[in-house]
Nanobody
Framework: QVHLVESGGGLVQSGGSLRLSCAASGSIFSFKAMGWYRQAPGKERELVANITKNAITNYADSVKGRFTISRDIAKNAVYLQMNSLKPEDTAVYYC?????????????WGQGTQVTVSS
């Protein structure tokens, strides 16, 4: 089993910054990717950013140029630096870790951390 612990959410004014952290522990034996999803009220969960085992980063179009994802392999941790935050970034942010090989993929999720951006 894999356990993900998130931190760093909170309330910030529009234009401000926040940094989310996520640390993974447990049976990580076939890492594929790690990153962040978010879900706003009444909306589906969406990918914000992730980083693959080959250090390829993927970003939602809405956050490109404002958010930066990074990974500390030794700590099994991933970070999301969020700058120039907008009210539409308000959501619960979930850390995600993907394991598997070939076409097989298993997702693990954190408990979520609230990010609220006031206008």
């Amino acid at each position: 089993q894999v356990h993900l612990v998130e931190s760093g959410g909170g309330l910030v004014q529009s234009g401000g910054s926040l940094r989310l952290s996520c640390a993974a522990s447990g049976s990580i034996f076939s890492f594929k990717a790690m990153g962040w999803y978010r879900q706003a009220p009444g909306k589906e969960r969406e990918l914000v950013a992730n980083i693959t085992k080959n250090a390829i980063t993927n970003y939602a179009d809405s956050v490109k140029g404002r958010f930066t994802i990074s990974r500390d392999i030794a700590k099994n941790a991933v970070y999301l630096q969020m700058n120039s935050l907008k009210p539409e970034d308000t959501a619960v942010y979930y850390c995600n870790l993907q394991q598997g090989f070939g076409g097989l993929r298993v997702d693990y999720w954190g408990q979520g951390t609230q990010v609220t951006v006031s206008s």
